[in-house]
């Protein structure tokens, strides 16, 4: 009970002061008034623009961007980093192809969308999917090839067909790096949908805090940055943390 | 299972042996010619301004600009990060408070600083370092404050009761416990810092792999694209192979611990 | 095992499923209120003009000074003809697109362009 007035009073503490600061730096900085809005400055760019409809549809179409790759990432890079996975043939092959793709994010790519899509939504889609999907795949295919060999084993001297061997041990054992890799995908596809959105130009969040620059309206610019931040942080701890603990909880093996 | 040279060489070329599958695949799609050029140029054109690009050094300055932000970025967060977190982490009043906030930051990607960072700095390196020192610092700190917190108390007690100061306690146990969890964090930071760079690159500079990319583009150059995508992913396995895994090797070897990834 | 699984089921059945219902019910609710107060917007002058298949001229009224934001996202509907104080005229709207633009909430009144506008 003491521990936790304690963290509670640290807290307010902290903010009070962080508050404080902002404040007073902001009212008495040498600097042009939109170097430093005030707290209060952001708070009002909040209630504006819900006013003007701007943040929801902003917040909308960033969100749906995201969604569909998480889509694509689940339903096309599980099943692909699955099958390439279940042979040591193909595993051997495809692994340094999706390590090298991989570290190209899709970012680097965007210049050639540009070429062949021009500034426009397929573009921000082929970059944010790109993102996605080969992390999926490649801790998909990670995930199976982590399966010791030892439990593929004792299922074959129990008699077990092939079918079964694959869903009771090698997509189990896959799957806490499954969850793994999609967390990690997403993480990597949200920075570079905000990438994305800032070079298209179209619309999205990303876009919302690039062009509040261009007119100094820096408070819009705190504003984006907050919402980026909570948004993420909300769609990890509620969605993708629990799932990758979960996994790892029930199927969760060391492996190195 | 092939020892010595030979079982080296046959490493090298199963690893190489997909990508030379893609590099025969995609010159016979440009022989094919069912792109025009300027959408994807054949191999050996790439090939030849990659070349010109080596030998009048344009691709070399480029290379150094990326990494040398790199670097500096590294230097600069790491050492800050790692001191912060551990400092605060041993306190037990601020770790549960700053444990949240690092973790909110973390969460801001880097990139999402760039607006901000070019109303203060400008458009310029100075930009791109504030970039990647967010996007490096946030993590390593968060994962260092999470690493110390998490060492077992038990530990803790067990040096205690053989007479152990607050100064072995911190270097003797609180530190060695955190590293699995430090070192994963520098090593992601990495992974995101490097994105970050080629994406603030391509907006915020002048110079550096992500502009030439993004420049390129502008005057329909898919040569020189290309060229800089080879360079970059090159650059990252190689970061990977000559930084990356050994150090992760070293973790393991030393502290037999591997964490997961935050 | 199956003794560990339920605890952990538990867990998501607290965390990512309620998360989850939660926003499911609040978009719902969103939308719901959305199409209700749609109607209220439009001007009763149009509302015969809705019917048909027309693309009409309008004069869409905000509450406040549309941003390039606004101009652009009726640019997708229409052609905008115009800018006057709070108001945007907009032509070439077909009632279906007029019917979208209905169920913004920061939308105050859609009427059509023949009336004088502030």
């Known amino acids: 009970m003491e521990r936790h007035w304690e963290i509670v009073s640290t807290w307010v503490l902290i903010l009070a002061a962080t508050i404080a600061a902002w404040s007073l730096g902001a009212a008495t900085l040498p600097v042009p008034d939109y170097f430093l809005p005030p707290p209060s400055a952001v708070l009002s760019a909040f209630v504006e623009l819900i006013a003007k409809g701007m943040l929801p549809i902003f917040v909308a179409e960033s969100l749906r961007r995201i969604v569909l790759a998480a889509l694509l990432g689940l339903f096309v890079g599980v099943p692909i980093g699955l099958l390439l996975g279940v042979s040591r043939v193909t595993a051997d092959f495809a692994y340094p192809v999706l390590n090298f793709f991989q570290s190209v994010s899709g970012i680097a790519w965007l210049p050639l969308m540009l070429i062949w899509f021009g500034f426009g939504e397929r573009t921000i889609l082929v970059a944010v999917n790109y993102t996605v999907l080969f992390p999926v795949i490649f801790n998909a295919l990670l995930g199976i090839r982590s399966v010791p060999q030892i439990y593929v084993n004792a299922l074959r001297t129990l008699g077990a067909s092939r079918w079964r061997i694959v869903r009771d041990v090698l997509l189990p054992g896959a799957l806490p790096n499954i969850a793994m890799g999609v967390r990690l995908g997403l993480a990597y596809g949200w920075r570079a949908l905000i990438a994305a959105e800032m070079l298209v130009g179209a619309n999205g969040l990303g876009f919302m805090i690039f062009n509040a620059q261009t007119f100094h309206l820096t408070a819009r610019i705190m504003l984006g940055m907050g919402i980026i931040g909570a948004l993420w942080v909300v769609l990890d701890y509620f969605l993708l943390r629990p799932l990758e603990e979960a996994t790892i909880a029930r199927w969760g093996m060391v492996q190195r | 299972?092939?020892?010595?040279?030979?079982?080296?060489?046959?490493?090298?070329?199963?690893?190489?042996?997909?990508?030379?599958?893609?590099?025969?695949?995609?010159?016979?799609?440009?022989?094919?010619?069912?792109?025009?050029?300027?959408?994807?140029?054949?191999?050996?054109?790439?090939?030849?301004?990659?070349?010109?690009?080596?030998?009048?050094?344009?691709?070399?300055?480029?290379?150094?600009?990326?990494?040398?932000?790199?670097?500096?970025?590294?230097?600069?967060?790491?050492?800050?990060?790692?001191?912060?977190?551990?400092?605060?982490?041993?306190?037990?009043?601020?770790?549960?408070?700053?444990?949240?906030?690092?973790?909110?930051?973390?969460?801001?990607?880097?990139?999402?600083?760039?607006?901000?960072?070019?109303?203060?700095?400008?458009?310029?390196?100075?930009?791109?370092?504030?970039?990647?020192?967010?996007?490096?610092?946030?993590?390593?700190?968060?994962?260092?404050?999470?690493?110390?917190?998490?060492?077992?108390?038990?530990?803790?007690?067990?040096?205690?009761?053989?007479?152990?100061?607050?100064?072995?306690?911190?270097?003797?146990?609180?530190?060695?416990?955190?590293?699995?969890?430090?070192?994963?964090?520098?090593?992601?930071?990495?992974?995101?810092?490097?994105?970050?760079?080629?994406?603030?690159?391509?907006?915020?500079?002048?110079?550096?792999?992500?502009?030439?990319?993004?420049?390129?583009?502008?005057?329909?150059?898919?040569?020189?694209?290309?060229?800089?995508?080879?360079?970059?992913?090159?650059?990252?396995?190689?970061?990977?192979?000559?930084?990356?895994?050994?150090?992760?090797?070293?973790?393991?070897?030393?502290?037999?611990?591997?964490?997961?990834?935050r | 095992m199956k003794a560990s699984a339920m605890p952990v089921v538990a867990v998501l059945r607290h965390r990512s499923v309620v998360f989850l219902l939660v926003v499911a019910v609040a978009w719902g609710g969103w939308e719901l209120f959305l199409v209700t107060t749609a109607t209220v917007r439009i001007d009763p002058a149009l509302q015969t003009a809705l019917r048909e298949r027309a693309p009409l001229a309008v004069a869409i009224t905000l509450g406040f000074a549309p941003e390039n934001f606004h101009i652009r996202l009726f640019q997708s509907y229409g052609i905008v003809s115009g800018v006057r104080g709070n108001t945007v005229l907009v032509n070439r709207v077909s009632p279906d697109d007029l019917r979208r633009i209905s169920r913004y909430y920061w939308v105050k009144r859609i009427s059509p362009q023949s009336e004088s506008v502030q």
């Open chain 2, 1 to 261: 299972m092939m020892h010595g040279w030979r079982g080296d060489l046959l490493a090298v070329g199963r690893g190489a042996a997909p990508f030379a599958l893609i590099l025969i695949a995609w010159a016979l799609v440009t022989r094919a010619n069912v792109l025009p050029a300027m959408f994807l140029p054949p191999p050996a054109d790439v090939a030849r301004t990659g070349w010109d690009m080596l030998k009048d050094g344009s691709l070399w300055t480029n290379i150094g600009a990326s990494v040398g932000r790199v670097l500096v970025s590294l230097v600069i967060s790491v050492p800050l990060a790692v001191g912060l977190g551990i400092f605060v982490g041993l306190r037990r009043r601020l770790s549960p408070v700053f444990e949240p906030i690092a973790g909110f930051f973390n969460s801001l990607s880097g990139i999402a600083w760039l607006p901000l960072a070019v109303t203060w700095f400008g458009l310029g390196w100075v930009s791109v370092i504030f970039i990647m020192f967010n996007t490096i610092f946030f993590l390593v700190f968060y994962n260092t404050l999470v690493g110390v917190r998490s060492v077992p108390r038990i530990f803790e007690h067990a040096v205690r009761t053989l007479g152990g100061s607050r100064r072995h306690i911190i270097f003797q146990v609180l530190i060695p416990g955190a590293m699995p969890n430090i070192v994963t964090g520098i090593r992601m930071s990495i992974g995101f810092g490097w994105r970050a760079l080629i994406a603030a690159e391509m907006i915020a500079t002048s110079t550096g792999l992500g502009f030439l990319i993004y420049n390129a583009s502008n005057f329909h150059q898919t040569d020189t694209i290309l060229v800089g995508i080879v360079t970059i992913g090159i650059l990252w396995l190689l970061t990977d192979r000559l930084v990356l895994q050994p150090i992760e090797r070293w973790t393991v070897e030393r502290w037999g611990l591997v964490s997961s990834s």
